[in-house]
């Protein structure tokens, strides 16, 4: 026997859920928070990997492997879950993320535990996809607000938690455990989904597009390389970075050509007709771009400027963090009661510039009091960003093109972090190396020679002159770093102020049928047990 789907329809009262749709919610960030939190606690544990298994030249492996994996299969799954039903999909991608970390865990050598790292991303890329488009599924548009405040808390949680849990696993466990702990929590994840969640069957007659799946793979995985290895790997002038950037390109445009032609395309290039899905893929890229940007580099002038502990390194990003999940759950209250939602991008975009020109004031005088300040007003940018861009492409689409919608705003937030880290990193390491050439000479520039990173036991190990030059460099780089961000941050506010406010739909009073391209009320929403 069915209950309703969504609030306020047939048998659950207005403004509250059925139990079953609680029950594959819990499920739904359980798999969100797996998808977010494995970097973290694989990252903390690779000094230890490596000295168990060797093959320290591969080491960047193991991050861009999965990082490759998960950027290039993203599309994919949105559109597989659009064809052949959300619910099959979004199993899949959890059972070969599972499989993937159990392999992980019993690799034998360094090559294997790329391999298998790889396997792992393709899972994974279909983890934060299928939760924002199954939500997109059993939550109408309207009501969706309320729950923007978990996904914020459930990002905040891996984001603080991550390097804790991964320290305390590799010390007390091993770091196999760093992978093998996901098995239990994906486990759960998956019978409750199994049991409780019930959507329409779908069995599409055309064929998956192969050839749009090759070149979308080949220009995606292009990029994340140029963005991994440009500045530090090689040269940004160099010929193989060059040759990965004309492989891009190519593949790219050839891509965007054949998605004109194909039966079924991987990504139906009409969902760009709608000008707001349009402007939240460019602000999503942007968030993208400025949020990781800031979480590679928080910390880090945290610890060598203002002599922040490593080990709790998740907890220097709490002001932040606090201040988005805050922020997002009365963004998600006022859009849930109001129905509307444009304040949310300029106010964001406004905050954002702000916070980001706030943080690049920061000196070597700066104190943790006034850093904090500044990382709560980015933070509070951020939570009237990250969910709303997430909302309102979801509001601008036909439910039957929901996942593709959900997997290109990922995409498109993905490729902003890799590009915001690199070349906000590029323009970092480039200030340090230049200051510290320019205070401690010679001294200064053999220390940063291999890293303009360097970590809390390599900074001890100092003179006091170069500690204090490095110092002045790390605060001259995340000037520089924040700086970008901010003008980067202007884009997302000039748009913002483009978007066209479409009702939402959902409970609440009745909303005209939308003209950009959104959605009808009710059609095709999902039943739940």
């Not at 899972?123 to 009501?143: K, N, S, T, Y």
């Not at 970092?428 to 001294?443: C, D, I, K, W, Y």
């Amino acid at each position: 026997m069915a209950d309703a789907s969504i609030a306020g329809t047939d048998t659950a009262p207005a403004g509250k859920q059925p139990k079953s749709v609680r029950v594959v919610l819990l499920a739904l960030m359980i798999a969100m928070m797996l998808a977010m939190l494995d970097n973290m606690i694989v990252g903390t544990a690779m000094p230890t990997i490596v000295g168990e298994l060797g093959g320290l030249q591969h080491l960047s492996w193991v991050v861009t492997a999965y990082t490759l994996a998960t950027a290039a299969a993203t599309p994919l799954w949105g559109k597989l879950g659009d064809m052949y039903g959300r619910k099959g999909a979004f199993m899949t991608s959890i059972v070969l993320f599972l499989l993937g970390s159990a392999l992980s865990g019993m690799a034998q050598d360094m090559g294997q535990l790329i391999g298998f790292r790889a396997v792992q991303g393709l899972g994974a890329g279909g983890l934060m996809v299928g939760v924002m488009a199954i939500i997109g599924d059993l939550i109408p548009p309207r009501e969706r607000g309320k729950y923007q405040g978990m996904m914020a808390g459930v990002m905040a949680l891996a984001m603080i938690g991550g390097p804790l849990v991964g320290g305390t696993i590799t010390d007390n466990w091993g770091w196999r455990w760093a992978f093998y702990i996901n098995l239990p929590l994906g486990a759960v994840a998956l019978v409750a989904i199994s049991i409780v969640l019930h959507l329409p069957n779908k069995r599409s007659q055309a064929r998956v597009d192969y050839l749009g799946a090759v070149l979308l793979t080949v220009g995606i995985s292009s990029i994340v390389l140029v963005t991994t290895w440009g500045g530090s790997e090689y040269a940004w002038t160099s010929a193989r970075i060059m040759e990965l950037i004309a492989i891009g390109v190519v593949a790219l445009i050839a891509f965007v050509f054949w998605q004109t032609r194909a039966a079924e395309p991987i990504v139906p290039l009409h969902i760009f007709r709608s000008r707001n899905f349009t402007l939240m893929s460019v602000i999503g890229f942007v968030t993208g771009f400025v949020m990781f940007g800031a979480v590679l580099f928080l910390p880090l002038y945290q610890q060598a400027v203002q002599g922040a502990s490593a080990t709790n390194s998740g907890l220097l990003l709490l002001p932040m963090l606090g201040a988005m999940l805050v922020v997002s759950m009365i963004a998600g209250r006022v859009t849930t009661n109001s129905g509307r939602y444009k304040i949310f991008p300029i106010a964001g975009g406004v905050l954002m510039v702000v916070g980001l020109y706030l943080l690049s004031l920061m000196d070597t005088d700066t104190t943790r009091l006034t850093s904090g300040l500044y990382m709560a007003v980015l933070g509070a940018g951020m939570g009237c960003l990250m969910q709303i861009t997430m909302l309102v492409a979801q509001n601008s689409v036909e439910m039957r093109d929901m996942g593709v919608a959900s997997s290109s705003t990922t995409l498109f937030r993905t490729l902003g972090s890799s590009f915001g880290v690199a070349i906000m990193g590029a323009l970092f390491n480039n200030r340090v190396q230049h200051v510290m050439a320019e205070r401690a000479g010679a001294l200064g520039s053999k220390v940063t020679e291999q890293s303009a990173q360097l970590d809390a036991k390599s900074l001890e190990k100092l003179p006091a002159a170069a500690r204090e030059a490095y110092q002045h460099a790390v605060s001259s780089g995340t000037h520089s770093a924040f700086l970008l961000g901010s003008v980067i941050g202007v884009i997302a506010l000039v748009l913002a102020l483009f978007v066209k406010e479409v009702p939402l739909k959902g409970t609440g009073p009745a909303a005209p049928k939308p003209k950009d391209g959104g959605a009808t009320a009710l059609e095709g929403m999902a039943e739940t047990v």
